[in-house]
């Protein structure tokens, strides 16, 4: 089945810098990437998704890219800002297995 | 307001007497599923279900069960909760019956098992 690998489990920011989170999947039939943020004791929520037949995605200050072939996606959010501290999970998915897996997490700290 | 909404928020128990967190959505959603989130191992799923009556293992079934009798419940249920069980809980739902819409999430359930 589908492994996906997060990188860096922490990350630390000083506010306005640029921060990335890396994944890597196991399965090269996956071919939906979502990417869910978790603030402090709330839910996770959908900030950006991409899927196999796109490189990359954008959406104001955060974006995403997909290297099909290495089998890597990464979350790129510039100019930090201390409200994007939070949890972030990465996820990869094969639609014809309807199953999602989740990344382990990554901590993002801005601090102002 | 479209929601899911999951019961108990919170709950400590002891290990061996059956519980039930039960799930239920408002937006129509063909796709429901639960997920374990722990400390360095983010969110594993552990039975999903794509339509009334149709249910499937995720990654850790081990030591629940779940039904879909009816289109908007999707309750877990701990048959002999054990220590190893304490952990967040979340439930799920999509539009799409594949799981790869946008997940709606509940707000967590805290399981304590003594």
């Known amino acids: 089945g589908e492994n996906v690998e997060q990188h860096p489990s922490t990350l630390s920011v000083q506010e306005g810098d640029s921060a990335v989170i890396k994944c890597t999947y196991s399965?090269?039939?996956?071919?939906?990437f979502p990417w869910y943020k978790q603030e402090l004791g709330k839910r996770p929520q959908l900030i950006i998704d991409i899927r196999s037949n796109v490189g990359e995605k954008k959406d104001q200050r955060i974006a995403v890219t997909l290297n099909k072939t290495a089998k890597h996606f990464s979350l790129h959010i510039t100019e930090t800002q201390p409200e994007d501290s939070a949890v972030y999970f990465c996820a990869a998915a094969d639609t014809g297995f309807q199953k999602l897996v989740f990344g382990t997490g990554t901590r993002l700290l801005v601090s102002p | 307001e479209a929601q899911v909404t999951q019961n108990p928020r919170y709950l400590i128990t002891v290990t061996g007497k059956k519980l039930t967190v039960t799930c239920s959505q408002n937006m129509n959603h063909e796709y429901m599923s639960w997920y374990r989130q722990d400390p360095g191992l983010g969110l594993r799923q552990i039975y999903y279900s794509m339509n009334v009556e149709v249910t499937d293992k995720g990654d850790v079934p081990e030591g629940y069960k779940v039904s879909r009798k009816e289109k908007r419940n999707f309750p877990l249920i701990l048959e002999s909760p054990s220590p190893n069980q304490t952990s967040l809980y979340f439930c799920?739902?999509?539009?799409?019956?594949?799981?790869?819409?946008?997940?709606?999430f509940g707000e967590g359930s805290r399981l304590t098992v003594l």
């Open positions: 799920a739902s999509s539009f799409k019956t594949s799981g790869t819409g946008e997940l709606f």
């Open positions: 399965d090269s039939a996956s071919n939906y």
